[in-house]
Every structure is written in C-alpha cells, then in structure tokens.
C-alpha cells in the first residue's frame, strides 16, 4: 500500500509543497518532519486535508478554541472526541451529580472508545485535549504498527479567543486547568515552529481561527 503524508487542496487543486523542518527524524517513508503554516493566508487558505488511509489525526488546541466544532464539521469518516463523550455522560448524570464526580468515568469510556476505533485499521481523528502528552506517544506508536503515520493538527488561538469560545459553549475550565493547557500549548507551539515535532509524528499543520473556520473537509485517502 502507498502511503502518503498530509497535502492541502483549495478549489480541488494541491497547494505547493511546503519546506520540510530541518534535522527531526519522522516514522513513515519520510526523512524529516513536515511542517505546513496556514496561518496568516488572508482568504488564501485550504478548504481540505487528505491524510493516507491508516494515518492518525490529532486536533489540538487550548480550551475553546474551537477543536469539536472543526471536527464535527469536517470530519465525515471516524473520529473521537472527548467532548462528544461527555456530552452523552451529563445527558444522563448532570441533573444528578457534578460532573467531578464522574469525570473518571467519562475518561474510561472515552480511552475505551479511541481504543476500538484503533482497532479498525481504518483513518481515525482524535481530540487531544494538550496536556496529555502520553497519548500522542500512544497514537504514535498505533499508527507506526498499522502501517501509518501520526500527524497534528494545531489550532493557534490567543487565549482571550478561546476563553470567549468558552463562553459561547457555556462551559469553562478553571483557571489553574486554562493556565495549565495555556503553558502546554505554548511549548508545542514553539517546538512545532522550529521544527520539532512530538515524538512519532511525521507531520504538522498550523491553523489559526480564519484557516479553521474556511476548513471544510479533513479526510483519507484510499
């Protein structure tokens, strides 16, 4: 099976090639990471990602700015996400209990649902939440196994944007939790633009809120 890295279309038609980060050894028929910033394109940017057919997906970016709302839009084929999880857990629970109490049990079933959605050998986008660093290794590691490749995808937002998603959504992250993510985030965020990706990962592409909002489609190829 040929396997191939993330490419950008707009309108259908590939976008140019993107200089490749220096000195960063990759999984895949890559020998360097790739890193793609579509930030700042002023109306320029791409209207889809195509990843190879056993590739994983991870969407990372602070709280709010605006991870589940890309995914549920663009995302046609399998994805997890966390907030989905929760969302059935406070259909049942949140009359009941504060959610405290049953966060470890949203963790368990949503780990347990990107689990079997491994398991099928088939593209798959995740939602990381930033500061669990472990589970990209993890993803890494899956991806490697399948035979594909572990990329992210990083949403750039100022914190006053995403605290604002926050309010839109309705529900907010304490301060300790946002200053946590905010430190997490910023440190990727450095890495990836010098070139250094998480480890395992072949690929990176940068959005900030104007390249997401115009993203329609993330898929896989055949």
Not at 9 to 14: D, E, K, L, V, Y
Not at 22 to 36: D, H, K, L, N, Q
Not at 187 to 205: T, Y
């Amino acid at each position: 099976m040929k396997r191939t890295t993330a490419y950008a279309t707009t309108s259908g038609i590939a976008l140019p090639e993107q200089p490749t980060a220096p000195g960063r050894e990759a999984c895949g028929p890559f020998p360097t990471a790739v890193v793609r910033d579509l930030r700042e394109r002023s109306g320029r940017s791409p209207h889809g990602l195509s990843f190879g057919a056993r590739d994983l997906v991870v969407v990372t970016g602070l709280p709010g700015s605006g991870k589940s709302t890309l995914m549920r839009r663009a995302v046609s084929g399998r994805r997890i996400d966390s907030q989905d999880t929760r969302d059935r857990w406070d259909a049942r629970l949140a009359r009941f209990l504060p959610y405290a109490l049953y966060r470890p049990l949203v963790r368990i079933a949503h780990y347990a649902g990107l689990r079997r959605a491994l398991r099928s050998g088939t593209g798959v986008v995740v939602h990381d939440c930033g500061t669990q660093a472990w589970v990209r290794g993890w993803l890494a590691r899956e991806a490697r196994r399948r035979g594909g490749m572990l990329h992210l995808l990083l949403l750039d937002v100022t914190p006053a944007e995403a605290r604002e998603g926050q309010r839109e959504r309705g529900r907010g992250v304490s301060h300790y939790a946002f200053a946590r993510h905010r430190g997490a985030m910023a440190r990727l965020l450095r890495a990836v633009e010098k070139g250094r990706l998480p480890d395992g990962c072949g690929s990176a592409v940068l959005v900030d809120r104007a390249a997401a909002d115009v993203l329609k489609r993330i898929d896989f190829l055949d």
